[in-house]
């Protein structure tokens, strides 16, 4: 009870008829509207652009490509189903899940390959 009435007593003073006007409002929302563009443009649009990129990739995989798991394992594609891979590393023959490939591998590069910009299906 005590803390409500210094709550009200810290406010600041009404202006005018004492009523926030239409205009009042919305620039209470301006800074939650500014908040909301930044973390969309820098956030959410990146990771969704990622995610489309990486889908994009695992429905091109097809066989002799080599790959890198999410794990770091790399391999070279031997057989493709639509949700599942055989993988050769090495000696091993690996059955994985397609959303297990984390990327292309480049094995004359020794890296992860970049997918091309300009070669889009």
């Known amino acids: 009870m005590f803390f409500e009435s210094v709550a009200?007593?810290?406010?600041?003073?009404?202006q005018g008829g004492g009523q926030a006007g239409p205009a009042d409002m919305l620039m209470q929302f301006?800074?939650?509207i500014l908040m909301f563009a930044?973390?969309?443009?820098?956030?959410i649009r990146p990771q969704q652009k990622?995610?489309?990129?990486?889908?994009?990739?695992?429905?091109?995989?097809?066989?002799g490509d080599h790959v890198i798991t999410s794990g770091g394992m790399i391999g070279r594609i031997l057989e493709l189903d639509d949700d599942s891979m055989l993988l050769e590393c090495g000696e091993a023959k690996l059955r994985m899940s397609r959303g297990a490939i984390g990327g292309l591998f480049d094995p004359k590069a020794g890296k992860e390959a970049k997918p091309d910009p300009e070669k889009k299906n």
Request: glycine share 4%.
């Open 50 to 63: 990622r995610a489309k990129e990486h889908k994009r990739m695992l429905e091109n995989l097809k066989r």
């Open 38 to 43: 930044i973390f969309w443009f820098l956030l």
């Open 8 to 14: 009200f007593a810290m406010g600041p003073a009404p």
């Open 30 to 32: 301006v800074p939650l």
